[in-house]
């Protein structure tokens, strides 16, 4: 359940982010959002992996350009898949539907957008290593004045 995913390069993204209504809390949607991930993972044949986020209130300044204001309270449930198609069949499934209506009732809208993958990547060696030994370094001259 808290492993970490790998993602196959061919794969395509959806991205759902569900706002909750006035005053619904994570712990309220919580026990849906489960029984709704376990559905899509074990039965529907195109799922690659998933996440689920709740919104911490952070909005980069350095990486937003234009006007945002209050986000709100919400979740993103990020999903992977082979295709499209595969999504779409699976949201088309009674199961999938019933737990998902479930949901709806403690959020205000939801969207779902699709994205194919054109990049990814991840730290290379080392530049990890270079960073620890800098942070090991800097630990060091800092207990030296005690």
Same mark, same amino acid.
């Given at each position: 359940m808290f492993n970490d995913i790998k993602v196959p390069f061919n794969s395509v993204m959806l991205y759902n982010v569900a706002k909750l209504k006035e005053g619904v809390t994570l712990t309220d949607v919580e026990e849906h959002l489960g029984?709704?991930?376990? +559905?899509? *993972?074990? *039965?529907? *044949?195109g799922f690659l992996a998933g996440q689920v986020f709740e919104y911490a209130g952070f909005v980069s300044k350095e990486g937003s350009v234009g006007d945002y204001g209050d986000e709100g309270n919400h979740i993103a449930i990020i999903t992977y898949w082979t295709t499209f198609d595969e999504h779409e069949r699976s949201h088309a499934d009674e199961d999938f539907k019933n737990e998902f209506c479930k949901l709806l009732e403690f959020c205000e809208d939801t969207k779902e957008l699709g994205y194919k993958?054109?990049?990814?990547?991840?730290?290379?060696?080392?530049? +990890?290593?270079k960073e620890l030994k800098e942070s090991i370094t800097d630990d060091i001259e800092k207990t030296e004045g005690c």
């Open positions: 029984t709704m991930c376990n +559905i899509v *993972k074990n *039965k529907y *044949k993958l054109m990049w990814q990547g991840e730290q290379e060696l080392p530049n +990890i290593g």
